[in-house]
C-alpha cells in the first residue's frame, strides 16, 4: 500500500516561488508514474504535470516554463518548485501515483494513489 504526504504550500504575492514536496512511503515501484494535480473551487481536477516511469515529463501549458517536476529517488520524493506564480494557480495540490497513469499521465482517473493535499495561495 502507498501513502502519500505533500507538504510545501502556502501564501505568497504574484511573482512569488513556492516548492512543493511528496514524500511516498510503503510499496515502492519503478514503474509507477507520478503526478501533480490541483483543483481549483468550481473546477475539475487539473494534471499540472506528471514525471513517467521512464523518466519523461509534461506539463500543463499554463504552468509551462514555470513550473519544473523532479524526481529523487534515494528520497522517494516528488519535487515541484513553482515560480512566477499567478492568482490563477491558487489551488489545493495533489500528489498521485499509479502505474496505469504512464498512458495518460494528466488523467486523474487513473490514478488511484493520492495525497491528502497541501493549499496553495497566491494574491495579486
Known amino acids: 500500500q502507498v501513502r502519500l504526504v505533500e507538504s510545501g504550500g502556502g501564501s505568497v504575492q504574484a511573482g512569488g516561488s513556492l516548492t512543493l514536496s511528496c514524500v511516498r512511503y510503503?510499496?515502492?515501484?519503478?514503474?509507477?508514474?507520478m503526478g501533480w494535480f490541483r483543483q481549483a473551487p468550481g473546477k475539475e481536477r487539473e494534471g499540472v504535470t506528471a514525471?513517467?516511469?521512464?523518466?519523461?515529463?509534461s506539463y500543463a501549458d499554463s504552468v509551462k516554463g514555470r513550473f519544473t517536476i523532479a524526481k529523487d529517488n534515494a528520497k522517494a520524493t516528488l519535487i515541484l518548485p513553482m515560480n512566477d506564480l499567478r492568482p490563477e494557480d491558487t489551488a489545493p495540490y495533489y500528489c498521485?501515483?499509479?502505474?496505469?497513469?504512464?498512458?495518460?499521465?494528466?488523467?486523474?482517473?487513473?490514478?488511484?494513489?493520492w495525497g491528502q493535499g497541501t493549499q496553495d495561495t497566491v494574491s495579486s
Open positions: 498521485a501515483t499509479d502505474h496505469a497513469a504512464n498512458s495518460s499521465p494528466h488523467l486523474p482517473e487513473k490514478y488511484t494513489s
Open positions: 514525471i513517467n516511469s521512464d523518466g519523461s515529463v
Open positions: 510503503g510499496h515502492t515501484s519503478g514503474g509507477d508514474c
